[in-house]
């Protein structure tokens, strides 16, 4: 009797191991192998490393602010930020799996990587770097032009309710 209750329990003990990871992994696990799968096939790190020079050339006239010495300094640092981001990537690949995965079932995921799998979806990847810099470039020009606009518009606004501007 003793030696049949070890036996169960025994095979309860193998049970909860093997089927508890099972019922884990339907889910969870399933969307987020999916998700990572996709976060390699888009090629996530490339982009993101093509877009780190993009990045600080943006944010550089905040830092520099026109003075000679800092500017020189900041191109001598980019190189250096730059690799030491670049080192971190993993983290971004985790926190985007993440995301994927709460966000999608693994099927969908699946149907994704198919996409970008495919020629159009290869080349929507070999365009993304150059799209995104377009896209950015389009939106500053917009921006500057709408603001600038709008700005105006604003001023001959308050100067019809009396303001002196």
Do not use: C, W
Not at 115 to 124: A, D, H, I, R
Request: overall charge positive; glycine content about 4%; cysteine-free.
């Amino acid at each position: 009797m003793r030696q049949q209750f070890i036996k169960i329990i025994g095979l309860l003990i193998v049970t909860v191991l093997l089927i508890g990871p099972v019922r884990a992994q339907s889910q969870g696990t399933d969307a987020e192998v999916a998700a990572r799968e996709l976060v390699t096939t888009i090629k996530l790190d490339q982009q993101f490393k093509a877009m780190l020079p993009m990045i600080f050339k943006s944010i550089k006239p905040a830092i520099v602010q026109n003075r000679p010495d800092v500017d020189r300094d900041y191109d001598v640092l980019v190189p250096i930020a730059i690799a030491k981001m670049s080192a971190r990537i993993n983290e971004l690949e985790d926190a985007l799996v993440a995301i994927y995965a709460s966000n999608f079932s693994a099927a969908e995921l699946r149907d994704l990587i198919a996409f970008y799998k495919s020629p159009t979806g290869q080349k929507l990847l070999q365009k993304t770097s150059f799209i995104t810099q377009q896209t950015m470039a389009a939106g500053q020009k917009f921006g500057q032009s709408a603001g600038a606009e709008a700005q105006k518009e604003m001023i001959e606004q308050l100067r019809n309710k009396g303001h002196t501007l």
